[in-house]
């Protein structure tokens, strides 16, 4: 009998040991939200916060991280503008789930959406980024995947930085339309009797 629980305990923590905790993975790798996501009742207050995995591969982040873009796109997702949306700080590293929860803590929020950029392709005179964002619902612990988003731009010595700047316009502004959606398809709607 003691050898038979033995033997189960060890088969559990090998199991546990081996399997990859979904505690400790990057949320950008899940490709689907979660499931049994309950309603959401407004207002909701919102922060976004901007994700850099490696900070060593940000040449473009003087650009990327303009804090005026920033405010005049995402910001602007406010969830049917009842609750004004606030900008917290860079977080660098991978996004975890305990990550999200300790943040969700530190802002005293009910939504938190994490974005996060990744150059595609970078050739003289082209460059290509990809605009990725979650949004984690703090209370029901829960994650909403919003659809990536790719913008590309040809530049030269010049204008460069106009490009550059244009095309992260571009993606914000589609990275916020994208999750506005997801934030209203889960929106609570009282419904009206027939009669």
Excluded: C
Excluded at 75 to 100: S, W, Y
Aim: glycine letters at 6%; charged letters at 30%.
């Amino acid at each position: 009998m003691q050898r038979a629980i033995a033997m189960w305990v060890t088969t559990i923590m090998v199991g546990a040991l081996l399997m990859p905790g979904a505690i400790f993975a990057d949320v950008f790798e899940a490709r689907v939200s979660d499931s049994a996501v309950k309603m959401i009742h407004f207002p909701q207050s919102l922060t976004v916060i901007w994700n850099r995995p490696d900070p060593a591969a940000g040449k473009f982040d003087s650009i990327l991280g303009d804090p005026a873009t920033l405010k005049r796109t995402l910001r602007k997702i406010d969830p049917a503008r009842i609750a004004p949306a606030a900008l917290g700080e860079d977080f660098i590293g991978p996004v975890t789930r305990k990550a999200l929860d300790r943040l969700g803590k530190k802002y005293d929020v009910d939504l938190l959406l994490v974005f996060r950029r990744e150059v595609v392709d970078e050739r003289p005179g082209f460059i290509q980024f990809r605009n990725r964002a979650r949004i984690y619902l703090v209370r029901q612990r829960k994650l909403l995947t919003v659809p990536a988003n790719e913008t590309a731009t040809d530049f030269n010595e010049n204008n460069w930085k106009e490009k550059i700047g244009e095309i992260n316009r571009q993606g914000l502004k589609q990275l916020a339309e994208d999750a506005r959606k997801v934030i209203h398809s889960h929106k609570f709607e009282k419904r009206r009797s027939n009669y």
